[in-house]
């Protein structure tokens, strides 16, 4: 397992430099820039590409928030930290006990602390304990337990399906299928008019700083009496027919507390596409952008997927390199409105990050089940 190894060194040289030699003592490979070879890359990119290439992260946090990199306003570890949550990464975070925050690692350390999804944390006084309690992490992340909880639900959620209803619209001049992804926290008792109105100012912010949408496209914001919804602009005419990945078009916050995310499917000059391959691990991301939004920080949610009934659609494979010549849509026509999942449990929020990947195979797989064949 490569493990990669995020701090800044001011404040935390002795506790960084005794990781290395534990890490290959258990088996496995530490990764850190100390270690980088001269190269052309920037140093903020090779980092992030060594962090791609790892298994896992680990954070240590001190007094220090270290320099701010003015592409993005954020400081390495915080840079890394953003781009673990977006891939998924497992992560064990270690916080340095005794040492006064400066204001941006104060407001750094309540993001990481506050990201309730099954995130390893603990704190630490010296370099022996830190140690230790690495030891244990990695060990639990190497013996790779489901970071998942389920519970059965004894009556059925009441979701909102945006392609069933029949009020505004934001995206109504969309000619194009939308695939939806729910996510309904259980016991919400939902939003006042004050805290949506709270939320609602934060949204593009927030839907900016998960990084999931091209800085390039702009985003636009629409209210109504019972839901907010952030949405980007519709690219099609700049890519034209090439084949192109799927992309998350809209989020939507509603005042029951469910967060609808809505994308594209990979799509040519044919159509859609629902690629079973392709399916789970955009799911996946939907989920993840979810949980990098920080709106939901605790207990259980409900999770839901659906596509509309459209002839557009085919269940096929998608080649980025070139389109289709034909397709059969397998019965996409039929009125039906949406295929839609039918949860009959609730998952711990681990769902909207390191176990989006499990959650995410899961419904493809139900979403499928609810075609015809």
């Known amino acids: 397992m490569r493990v990669f190894i995020s701090s800044v060194r001011k404040g935390l040289e002795e506790e960084r ?15 850190r820039f100390e270690d980088f070879s001269a190269q052309t890359t920037p140093s903020r990119e090779a980092c992030l ?25 954020r400081s390495a570890t ?11 990464k497992p992560r064990l975070v270690f916080r340095k006990n005794g040492v006064r925050l400066g204001p941006d690692q104060h407001k750094f350390m309540r993001i990481v602390e506050a990201y309730a999804t099954g995130v390893f944390r603990d704190s630490f006084s010296s370099s022996m304990e830190l140690q230790t309690k690495v030891v244990k992490g990695l060990r639990e992340l190497d013996s790779k337990p489901s970071p998942l909880e389920f519970r059965r639900l004894t009556q059925q959620p009441s979701l909102i399906w ?57 985003l636009n914001l629409l209210r109504s009496q019972d839901h907010a919804a952030v949405s980007t602009e519709n690219d099609q005419r700049r890519t034209g027919d090439k084949p192109q990945n799927g992309r998350i078009r809209e989020v939507r916050l509603h005042k029951t507390g469910q967060i609808s995310v809505r994308s594209t499917l990979p799509r040519d000059q044919m159509g859609s596409i629902l690629d079973p391959k392709a399916l789970p691990e955009q799911l996946a991301e939907m989920l993840r952008f979810t949980g990098a939004l920080g709106l939901i920080q605790h207990g259980h949610v409900v999770v839901a997927a659906g596509v509309p009934s459209d002839g557009r659609i085919s269940v096929d494979t998608f080649d980025p390199h070139r389109s289709r010549s034909r397709v059969q849509p397998l019965g996409f026509g ?20 390191n176990g989006a990947h499990e959650v995410g195979s899961d419904l493809s797989r139900a979403l499928f089940g609810r075609l015809p064949t």
């Not at 430099?17 to 990764?31: E, M, N, Q, R």
């Not at 915080?78 to 998924?88: F, I, N």
């Not at 593009?204 to 998960?210: D, P, S």
């Not at 949860?343 to 990050?353: K, Q």
């Open 17 to 31: 430099d005794s990781l290395p030699g534990l890490i290959t003592a258990l088996g496995h490979i530490p990764v």
């Open 49 to 73: 590409a060594a962090l791609e290439s790892a298994d896992a992260c680990l954070f240590l946090l001190g007094a220090d928030y270290g320099h701010v990199f003015p592409e993005t306003g």
């Open 78 to 88: 915080h840079d890394e930290w953003v781009h673990a949550q977006r891939l998924g």
């Open 162 to 218: 945006i392609a069933d209803d029949g009020r505004v619209n934001s995206l109504s001049s969309i000619q194009e299928p939308l695939l939806e992804l729910h996510v309904l926290p259980m016991d919400h008792p939902g939003y006042s008019a004050r805290e949506m109105d709270q939320l609602i100012d934060s949204l593009m912010r927030r839907v900016r700083g998960t990084e999931y949408i091209e800085t390039s496209q702009a």
């Open 334 to 353: 039929r009125s039906v409105g949406m295929y839609q999942t039918k949860p009959d449990e609730s998952v711990s929020l681990a769902a909207l990050d």
